[in-house]
C-alpha cells in the first residue's frame, strides 16, 4: 500500500539558484521533480532543453518526471533519456503514432506517460490504458504556470480511474496544473495518484512546509 505522489514543477523553482532548490526538494517529502519542456510550437512558451534537464539529475536525489510539451516527441526521447529522464511523458495531441511511441520510451528503460490537454476526452485512451504506466491529465491549458485549476478536470480523474479499474492497469493518474492546498483533497478523493504543484511550493513561504502539508494530505490509498 502507498501513499500519493508529489512532484514540486521546477518551472516554478529559481533559475538563479538551482542548487538551493533542489537541496530544499531533496530534504523534503517530495517524491519527484517534475521537468516541463516546452518547444514554443505545441505550447506558447519555451522553456529548456536536455543539457538543463542534464544539470538537474546532477542535483537531484529523487526521480525526473520529464513532460514534453512539444511536437514531434519520438524526435527526442532518448536524449531526454540519456539526460537523466525516469518518467518520460508525451502529449497525446502529439502523436499521431501512439502505440510506437509508447514502446519507443520504454526501450529506453523509461516510464512511459501520456498528457491529455483539457479539452480531451479521457475514454480515448481506452483501447492502450494498459501500455501506458502514468496518465498526465492537465488540469491548466499547458505553457505557464500559474494558472487557475480547471474544474472538469475532477469527473475526468473520475472517468479515468473507472477506466483504470476495468482494465486492472498499473498506470498512475497525475494531475497537473493549479494545484495546491485549496483544491489537493478533492483531487486525491476523486482517484488521483500524483499531485504536480509548481507555485504553490515555489512560491510559498515555507516550501517544505508547502510540500510536506501537500503529502500529509488524506486521499486515497492505492495499491502497487
Ligand atoms: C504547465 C506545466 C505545469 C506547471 C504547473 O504547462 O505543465 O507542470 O509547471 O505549475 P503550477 O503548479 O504553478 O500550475
Ligand atoms: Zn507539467
Known amino acids: 500500500m502507498k501513499k500519493h505522489l508529489v512532484a514540486p514543477s521546477v518551472l516554478a523553482a529559481n533559475f ?19 521537468v516541463d519542456i516546452m518547444d514554443g510550437r505545441f505550447v506558447p512558451n519555451i522553456s529548456f532543453g536536455m543539457d538543463i534537464v542534464k544539470t538537474m539529475k546532477g542535483l537531484a536525489e529523487k526521480p525526473l518526471d520529464v513532460h514534453l510539451m512539444i511536437l ?6 532518448e536524449r531526454f533519456r540519456d539526460a537523466g529522464a525516469e518518467v518520460i511523458t508525451v502529449h497525446y495531441e502529439a502523436c499521431p503514432h501512439l502505440h510506437r511511441t509508447l514502446q519507443q520510451i520504454k526501450a529506453t528503460g523509461a516510464k512511459a ?3 491529455l490537454n483539457p479539452h480531451t476526452d479521457v475514454s ?26 480547471i474544474y472538469h478536470t475532477i469527473p475526468k480523474i473520475k472517468k479515468l480511474k473507472e477506466i483504470i479499474t476495468i482494465h486492472n492497469a498499473p498506470t498512475l493518474i497525475e494531475i497537473d496544473g493549479g494545484v495546491g492546498l485549496q483544491n ?13 504543484a509548481g507555485s ?12 510536506a502539508q501537500l503529502k500529509g494530505i488524506g486521499g486515497q490509498i492505492f495499491h502497487v
Open 16 to 34: 538563479a539558484n538551482l542548487e538551493a532548490d533542489f537541496a530544499m526538494v531533496n530534504n523534503s517529502e517530495a517524491d519527484w521533480y517534475h
Open 72 to 77: 514531434e516527441p519520438e524526435k527526442y526521447i
Open 113 to 115: 506517460g501520456v498528457a
Open 124 to 149: 480515448l485512451l481506452e483501447g492502450i490504458i494498459e501500455d501506458i504506466d502514468l496518465v498526465c491529465l492537465m488540469s491548466v491549458n499547458p505553457g505557464f504556470g500559474g494558472q487557475k485549476f
Open 184 to 196: 489537493a483533497e478533492k483531487i486525491l478523493q476523486a482517484g488521483a495518484d500524483v499531485l504536480v
Open 200 to 211: 504553490s511550493v515555489f512560491k510559498a513561504k515555507n516550501p517544505t512546509e508547502a510540500i
